[in-house]
């Protein structure tokens, strides 16, 4: 189990930057020559986008811990 969570804190860790726009918004801010504007907008897009993952991967995590207690 610990390995398994190396290897998936590594891999989060060494990810890279990723674009979540849609390509409408894209084109739009990058038309107006405002990248920061759009670096600042997909950034929101991916920080609304990870909030789920997490509370999910939080209520998993609770439910492994309260299984592994009772056993």
Known sequence: MNR???ILLIFI???TESFAQCSMLSAIMES???YEAAKGL???I???MSIPYI???LIIW???RTNKASN
């Open 4 to 6: 398994i969570l190396l």
């Open 13 to 15: 860790l060494s990810s």
């Open 32 to 34: 107006d020559q405002q």
């Open 42 to 44: 997909n950034r929101g």
């Open 46 to 48: 991916v920080y609304l």
């Open 55 to 57: 509370l999910v991967g």
């Open 62 to 64: 609770k439910i492994y």
